[in-house]
């Protein structure tokens, strides 16, 4: 009976991780009539309603990428407070995984493929983020900061950094 009683508690525990929409594969896109093939590039994946970012991991660093107004930054990723944010992760050369434990991210990129994570996080500040996957000689230094800031500092953010690659606003 014991034994029954655990299972039922993975099984309704695992289910409700399942069917979390912050976190899914690219092809799971709802609406997406390429939903049976993968993306060749950033260019090619289908558009949400959330704020997207596009992120490359390659050996030893993280690289985002704020498709509407063309600002890049370098191992620093910076999220809009209270908002759907889907990132968009891909890899140049290994397997890496970006993981920001404070925050429950954790999402594999790899090499020519595009996975997405979505989330919402309603506290702004500074968060940690590495890469959790061994990716050679350099992992130990592949890390980054999240940084969550009200949606008035990201859009001013935004539109002073247009076509830059530039450093995060400070949290408010």
Request: with cysteine; aromatic share 10%.
């Amino acid at each position: 009976a014991a034994t029954a009683l655990i299972l039922l508690f993975v099984g309704l525990s695992g289910y409700s991780v399942l069917v979390n929409p912050y976190v899914s594969p690219s092809q799971a896109l709802e609406g997406d009539d390429r939903s049976q093939e993968g993306f060749d590039s950033f260019d090619d994946l289908p558009e949400t309603d959330d704020e997207e970012i596009h992120v490359r991991g390659y050996q030893w660093e993280w690289q985002a990428t704020y498709p509407g107004s063309n600002v890049t930054t370098e191992n620093e990723l910076v999220l809009p407070a209270d908002r759907n944010v889907t990132v968009w992760l891909t890899s140049d050369d290994v397997v890496h995984s970006l993981f920001v434990p404070d925050l429950g991210i954790k999402q594999d990129a790899f090499p020519g493929e595009y996975t997405r994570s979505r989330t919402i996080v309603s506290e702004p500040g500074r968060y940690n983020a590495v890469c959790s996957e061994f990716c050679g000689a350099g992992h130990s230094r592949m890390d980054a900061t999240v940084v969550v800031v009200e949606q008035a500092t990201y859009d001013r953010w935004l539109a002073e950094n247009e076509d830059t690659v530039t450093d995060a606003p400070e949290p408010g």
